[in-house]
């Protein structure tokens, strides 16, 4: 699992430019299976996704398709961590 930490650079007008290019982004990897939760950071900084991938090259390139990778909106912190303990419901996501 990787949590990706993204981390605004543009003043917020920037980066509602890109929000609507940005979700549909977010719509394609829930779809394929990589992406499991999203959002802003409260205060609205940048963001956090929470990634299934099988290593850490495949996440960089997922990122590198994202418009606010594009158009640099945003810096990307990549953590990669192995889940120990877990619900019930999350255990059906990692597997």
């Known amino acids: 699992m990787y949590l990706i930490?993204?981390?605004y650079q543009k003043d917020l007008n920037e980066v509602e430019k890109h929000l609507?290019?940005?979700r549909a982004y977010l719509d394609k990897h829930?779809?394929?299976g990589y992406f499991v939760a999203s959002g802003a950071q409260v205060p609205r900084t940048g963001g956090v996704i929470l990634c299934k991938a099988s290593n850490?090259?495949?996440v960089e390139g997922i990122i590198a398709q994202d418009p606010f990778y594009?158009?640099?909106i945003a810096t990307y912190q990549i953590?990669?961590?192995t889940p120990t303990k877990y619900s019930e419901a999350f255990g059906k996501v990692l597997s």
């Open 5 to 7: 930490i993204l981390t």
């Open 70 to 72: 594009e158009h640099q």
């Open 56 to 58: 850490r090259g495949e």
């Open 79 to 81: 953590i990669e961590f």
């Open 30 to 32: 829930y779809a394929s």
């Open 20 to 22: 609507e290019a940005h």
